[in-house]
């Protein structure tokens, strides 16, 4: 089945979400962007 | 078309319907209570007090039943039943993902901040992940109603449930007590919904998968040669 696939598609799609990914990183407002590099704070366990 | 041939395709699209209105109802009494729950309203609650404790199983039962559902339609008019239930996963799942992926594309902190809680990615890669993953929802999730390449879309979609179900094992596993955070960003410290998550999921595996058996055509073309 692994040849059937069309993988230029795959491959295409898959670099289009990451630019779309970059280009809604640098859209978003300043509250609401991350850095490229990094995580978010770990909350604690609600009781 | 002979008479009966018509009314067999009638019957067929009828078993059909309410298959996937069954399954649609419990795909919603599991996961999205808040929008729709058959266990919590007024006049099942009247005769039933202790119903809204039975979402879940409610649920799952009329998934069964759904699915049950399509084996006469199936028997009735095999080719028929196949294209309409193409028709409708492919324009459930894709919807499905298109509306997910929303809120986390307008809002990536608030989505970083979901991901982080399930500490399950190392640190760094956080971000990153919560800045492509509802790109690929969006854009996967529409390239399945819009192109033909039903195959490769599904690929990637099983890749995400994939990801999805073992992010909320581990979640369970570790008790963190968190929201899913699959169609909402609020309450990322809220008591975990992971189990209902868990269960839709795990559901939605099998039609999606099913997807893998058919051509790759598009949506429109399906249309034009169902009968």
Redesign the interface.
């Known amino acids: 089945?692994l040849k059937?696939?069309?993988i230029k598609?795959?491959i295409g799609?898959?670099l289009?979400?990451?630019l779309?990914?970059?280009a809604?990183?640098l859209r978003?407002p300043k509250?609401?962007?991350?850095?490229?590099?990094?995580?978010?704070?770990?909350?604690?366990?609600?009781k | 078309m002979k008479p009966l041939a018509t009314r067999h395709s009638l019957l067929a699209i009828l078993a059909v319907f309410f298959a996937t209105v069954l399954f649609t109802l419990g795909v919603f009494e599991i996961s999205f209570p808040d929008v729709f729950s058959l266990t919590e309203m007024g006049f099942v609650l009247e005769k039933f007090p202790h119903a809204w404790k039975y979402g879940l199983h409610i649920g799952i039962a009329e998934v069964v039943l759904g699915a049950l559902l399509i084996i006469p339609a199936w028997k009735i008019n095999r080719s028929l039943t196949e294209r309409i239930l193409e028709v409708l996963i492919r324009l459930g799942i894709g919807g499905m993902f298109i509306f997910a992926s929303v809120f986390k594309?307008?809002?990536?902190?608030?989505f970083?901040?979901l991901?982080?809680?399930y500490?399950f990615?190392p640190?760094?890669?956080?971000?990153?992940w919560?800045?492509?993953l509802?790109?690929?929802e969006?854009?996967?999730g529409l390239?399945l109603i819009v192109?033909p390449?039903v195959?490769?879309c599904v690929?990637?979609i099983l890749a995400l449930f994939a990801s999805f179900i073992i992010a909320l094992v581990w979640a369970l596993a570790l008790d963190?007590?968190?929201t899913c955070g699959c169609f909402q960003i609020d309450g990322?410290?809220?008591?975990a919904e992971a189990w209902t998550a868990l269960v839709r999921d795990l559901i939605l595996l099998g039609p999606t998968a099913w997807l893998?058996t058919r051509e790759?055509k598009s949506l429109y073309f399906s249309l034009l040669t169902m009968r």
């Open positions: 089945m059937k696939l069309n598609f795959l799609l898959g289009f979400c990451i779309a990914a970059v809604n990183n978003a509250d609401k962007s991350v850095e490229w590099i990094g995580g978010q704070e770990v909350l604690e366990k609600p | 594309i307008a809002d990536p902190k608030g970083a901040v991901v982080a809680q500490q990615l640190h760094n890669l956080v971000n990153l919560a800045l492509i509802p790109q690929i969006f854009w996967f390239a192109t390449f195959k490769e690929l990637v963190l007590g968190i990322a410290q809220s008591k893998l790759n």
